[in-house]
């Protein structure tokens, strides 16, 4: 016994001993053609630890003790790429796929935060390990870039995005480089009229569990984006672990996710990657429990398969799918009844689903193909009912529908003649269709009953020079042609980056852009028996960008948007203009005619976390305006002329075993605008109606909220944990939304945004 003892805890001093570690691999290739890269040399920062690509340009760290690394790949003839913000822990892989970019011209070392980025200015980088980081992100990238310069969400409810003053319509979602519909749960989340958004929702279908580096582009877009006048969330893909199984689960207020990984077959180097949630609030629902007389209910599953082959490239096929709805029932208990939703049933439901196929094809060193054919659709359904407090009966009050379906075939194909020069040439052809469906028994607005099917045609070509060290170019012609209106439009853009010194860069972005219009505004076109047509902008960036020491780095930057062939009022001069427009539907005739103008300065200060540290600083001073059919230049809605963001965090890590963390956001935001109401009008029609005359002349009161997220991870030798807590709107401040005419409070009623919310939630990975 007593040797059975003397054994037993000499092996736990062994284990006590044992340093945790993980394996870090990756494959190394030419962002151009795709070709492997042999022969890279991979460092671990402030480690005496490197080693080299093999033959296949793969490299491999085994038994790296758990923590964060910064990662330093060099290669003859390629430009240094610094890779900061990479985490070990225990019980999964780490598998990066690096992307590194020619340099022919042997320019000074740069240090950046991942591949070559898509544009010059006005582009950000979303990597997971960043959502799961940040402070009341909801595991949203579109909720992370609420922590750029210039970036404010519409509403706390969802994840609509006001980007340098646009509406939340002109933004786009892209998977895997194709443009989808719009890919979030309860796409009706803070809305005035409770209709649905086309680019915004409650929380995002895809699971970050899937997600790659992402990357937000919000200035003047390179000539292979298009169909977007504000922002485009261009959202990648990671592969699965294609050499062991991994699990990973997570338990919160969003939800369940169930998620698992790993190799199709022991002879196949492809994978699979697969995740499943279900919404916590569903859960509680089933078991009686409201929140707030409403029953908020979403689950969706995801999927990516990975099929890499000898010669014939890598084929992906990829898919999601959700469903959510948001149900409120009138308390049987009309002495509690305060406003007139109080007496109302009211059913929302939204439907989405994507799938897709891609080819990357390495033809050979100077080409490559890509190829992605995507078809996604969305359906959504509400229905209200009024109840009556004497006999509780029922009347029926409205139902809306809305259909939107897209296929859209997407092909690139890269070549580079020299190491100096870059072409890339392409195009998307999409079929798109719509259906709207409104119908009201108490206004008296008609019923409108549309469908609506059009194709986009989008060829581009684009071409990179290196001039020389200090010099490069990129310039670039988009065209999109909308068969509805039968319009083509030519969209030249441009680029120009200097470098004035090591580390740091001015760089000019310029380029015209154009957005096919939404389904009711191209409707309310036809009211006068004419076509609504593609509304244009003119972009202007001017950037300076400075690398600063400790993986920090300063971004400024100055925009000019100029936006023309806006749907406006036609016949009657009024304020209306299609910018203002969120989820409401015309209903009286529009034609191209409309002016706006968006023009702000922004900086932006960065510091990746090293040294157990991390912020990003930003803001900006901004003018938004416009012009109805009235001549009048007013403010827009979103014209808050600024924003502020804080985001940072520390780590504390008293062991390999165990590190605390704690993380803040804090955001300031200019007040949007509103437009007074006409009491006594608003009472005589029964809804709410807006002195028109003074559209948005009322500047809502600054938004401030700060969040905060407290998370402890701990690592076992097979598996590793992480507890956390977020409080979203810590200090639970009122921040105003909307005003409306309440029929049953005889007056104007201010809505405000969500107090504080306390979002606790497990993560295991296996």
Known sequence: MIRFLSLFLLFAQISLGQTLTSTLRGTVTDRDNGQRLAGASILLSGLPIQTVSNENGLFRFDDLPVGRYVLIVKYIGYETLTIPEILLVSGKE????????????????????????????????ITTEQTLRYAATYLDPARVATSFAGVAAANDQANGLVVRGNSPNNMQWRLEGVEIVNPNHLSNAGTFSDRATTTGGGVNILSTQLLGTSYFLNGALPANYGNAQSAVMDMRLRNGNNEQTEFTGQAGLIGIDLAAEGPLSKQHKGSYLVNYRYSFTGLLGAMGVSFGGEDIRFQDLSFHLNFPTNKAGTFTVFGMGGISSNTFKADKDTSTWEFQKDGQNIKFKNKMGAIGVTHDWPINKQMALRTALVASGLTTTREASQVYALDFSIRPLDTDELAKGRVSINSALNIRPTDRLRLQAGGTITVQSDRLDYFSRVS???????????????????????????????VGVHYLYYSKSSQGVLEPRAALRYQLKTGSQLSLSYGMQSQVPLPQVYLAGRLNGGKIGVSRSSQLVLGYKIQLPKNSSLNLEAYWQDLFDVPIRDGIPTAFSAINALESVPYHPLVNRG???????????????TDDLYFLISGSVYESTYK????????????GRHTFSFTGGKEFGSTEERVWGVNAKILWIGGFRDTPIDIQASAASGSTVYQEDRAFSLKMKDYFRPDLRIYYKRNKSSHSSTFSLDLQNVTSSRNEAY????????????????????????????
């Open 94 to 125: 780490q598998v990066l796929n690096i992307q590194l970019s020619t340099n022919a011209l042997q320019l000074p070392a740069a240090t950046v935060a991942g591949s070559r980025t898509p544009a010059y200015n006005s582009v950000q980088e």
């Open 444 to 474: 008296t607005e008609a019923p409108v009953d549309f469908s609506l099917k059009g194709l986009i045609i989008q060829p581009f070509a684009l071409a990179s020079m290196q001039w020389s060290p200090k010099f490069s170019s990129e």
């Open 595 to 609: 002016t706006g103008r968006n023009i702000g300065v922004e900086a932006s200060w960065q510091k990746y976390l």
């Open 628 to 639: 109805g059919s009235d001549g009048i230049q007013r403010s827009t809605r979103y014209d």
């Open 739 to 766: 005003s409306y005419f309440d029929q049953y409070q005889k007056g104007v009623v201010s809505q405000y945004q969500l107090g504080l919310i306390p979002v606790f939630s497990y993560r295991v990975q296996f």
